[in-house]
């Protein structure tokens, strides 16, 4: 030993948080921003959630718009229900399945609408699968505001792809948002593989 100290070797740091700022990769922030206009809006108890003054819900309104479905972002008509993207998702692919009638109840379905709404949501999940590969799907529903319901006088299913390692349902956990893709081109993809 010389007493000579050999200064650390250093290599380039990959990450912020290597290079001592940021956070880790698993706790990075990806924006999202129409979610924070999604939590303004409900927490104003705005009225576009609300009924209207024909006591119509969200989605009757939507439904009744007369709009083409690329700009409604209707997926699939049937006859008692219909499916719908999720205009704040929390990633690509969620839909929503829900009655054309508006109800917050499961109960208050008629046995056809609760028959239709089911098959409905088995085929929203073939077509997630089948548009997005994902390695899981999440399937439910809040029934009523204390539960979550962000419309809650008129059920709807959710229906979104989930992967290994995602982060789409971080937001309440670790203040993360993830981007999603356009509405339209989430629209694309499952219009195209929906059954006809």
């Not at 990959?14 to 924006?31: D, V």
């Not at 924070?36 to 009744?64: G, K, M, W």
């Not at 479905?69 to 999720?86: A, H, K, P, Q, S």
């Not at 999440?138 to 059920?155: C, E, I, Q, S, T």
Request: glycine share 8%; with cysteine; net charge negative.
């Amino acid at each position: 030993m010389n007493g000579r100290v050999d200064p650390p070797v250093t290599t380039a740091a990959s990450t912020a948080a290597e290079a001592g700022g940021g956070p880790t990769p698993g706790l990075a922030r990806l924006w999202a921003g129409w979610r924070s206009l999604y939590i303004q809006r409900i927490t104003a108890d705005d009225a576009e959630v609300r009924p209207d003054e024909a006591n119509r819900s969200l989605f009757e309104r939507i439904l009744q718009s007369g709009r083409p479905d690329e700009e409604t972002f209707i997926v699939w008509r049937g006859e008692r229900c219909f499916t719908v993207l999720n205009a704040y998702p929390y990633g690509s692919g969620h839909l929503l399945v829900l009655p054309k009638r508006a109800v917050s109840d499961l109960e208050a379905l008629d046995p056809d609408e609760s028959a239709e709404l089911w098959a409905a949501v088995t085929t929203a999940v073939r077509a997630v699968k089948a548009a997005y590969a994902p390695d899981g799907v999440n399937v439910g529903l809040n029934l009523g505001a204390a539960a979550g319901a962000g419309v809650p006088d008129h059920l709807h299913v959710h229906v979104l792809p989930r992967w290994e390692a995602d982060s789409n349902f971080m937001t309440a956990i670790a203040e993360t948002r993830v981007l999603p893709e356009p509405l339209g081109e989430t629209w694309r993809k499952l219009t195209a593989v929906w059954p006809t």
